[in-house]
């Protein structure tokens, strides 16, 4: 009788475990968008205060880069365009100059006229008066040009000085999302260069659980459909949370060795992710479970 009951509370022990095999739909692992921050300048980084874990805000300053030759560079081309300025300026005073000249000859053309008109001057006196505007014409339109040639010059070294600053702006490293520092690739006083990863940043307030499910669990599910997630709570419970389907792969893919499907005698499966609120339980790489509602 004794040994008849143990044999029977195995059995039950085996089905127990069984349907808990059995319970989930599909498996997988919780993994999370990761976003490598890459310098943008060159130079030695003077800082870099993030640790591996900390938690940063969107917009935070975290470091900057060493700025002096940007801006020595920059003060050497403010210079230049002051330089230039004041050239411009001078143009500008020889072409009132030339202006006021034409207005006393202006004057003096009309006086001529009427002189003519009563005999009291000769032709001449007016053709070099006409002469003398045709010549101040002439002049003031080529320091016109010289103006405008001073004028492009200013121009592009404004658009040095715009470059210069933008480049200075993104001497400061200026982190783009909230998220957790995953890994620090560099450290204060290293020589950066351009596009050299800094640090891996990922948003963990939501995690995605990436399943696998054979072709006959296609039709039970769909986009945007609620689903049970089960973690590991211990060795003997387990944790339930809940998800959503955000995205169904089109193409089918042979299982992934570390996977094991519903059924495992399936060859091809799709990948199926789902958006889980992380309360801070779930890692990059835990295990997961789901039920299909």
């Given amino acids: ?39 943008e300048a060159n130079g030695k980084l003077l800082k870099l ?5 900390d938690i940063l805000k969107s917009g935070s300053l975290i470091g900057f880069i060493d700025t002096t030759d940007l801006v020595l560079k920059k003060e050497q081309l403010i210079a230049q365009r ?13 072409i009132e100059v030339q202006k006021q000249q034409k207005k006393n000859l202006l004057i ?13 001057a000769t032709t001449k006196q007016l053709d070099d008066i006409n002469g003398s505007l ?7 339109f080529s320091i016109q040009t010289q103006n405008s040639s001073v004028f492009n010059e200013t121009e592009g070294l404004t658009k040095q000085i715009e470059q210069i600053e933008q480049n200075i702006k993104k001497s400061y490293i200026v982190n783009p999302i909230e998220g957790t520092v995953l890994t620090k690739f ?27 499910i054979s072709e006959s669990q296609l039709s039970s599910i769909k986009i945007g459909q609620k689903v049970e997630v089960l973690i590991d709570k211990n060795a003997k419970e387990l944790s ?13 893919e042979f299982t992934p060795k570390i996977i094991q499907t519903k059924e495992e005698r399936v ?18 790489g835990m295990p997961g479970e789901v039920i299909f509602k």
Avoid: H
């Fill in 186 to 212: 560099a450290e204060p006083n290293e020589i950066t260069t351009f596009g050299k990863a800094l640090y891996k940043i990922a948003d963990l307030s939501e995690m995605t659980l990436r399943v696998y």
């Fill in 267 to 284: 060859n091809l499966v799709y990948a199926v992710k789902i958006r889980v609120k992380n309360d801070g339980t779930l890692k990059i």
């Fill in 134 to 140: 045709d010549l101040i014409d002439k002049q003031i």
């Fill in 1 to 39: 009788m004794k040994k008849y009951l143990l044999i029977l509370f195995g059995l039950t022990l085996i089905t127990a475990c069984s349907n808990k095999n059995q319970k989930s739909d599909a498996y997988g692992t919780f993994e999370s968008t990761e976003i490598t921050i890459s310098s």
């Fill in 108 to 120: 003096e053309k009309t006086r001529v006229e009427n002189l003519l008109k009563n005999n009291a």
């Fill in 240 to 252: 339930k949370m809940e998800g959503f389907i955000i995205w169904v792969s089109q193409n089918a």
């Fill in 49 to 53: 205060d993030i640790n591996e874990g």
């Fill in 82 to 94: 002051k330089a230039i300025s004041n050239k411009s300026a001078n143009v500008f005073s020889q």
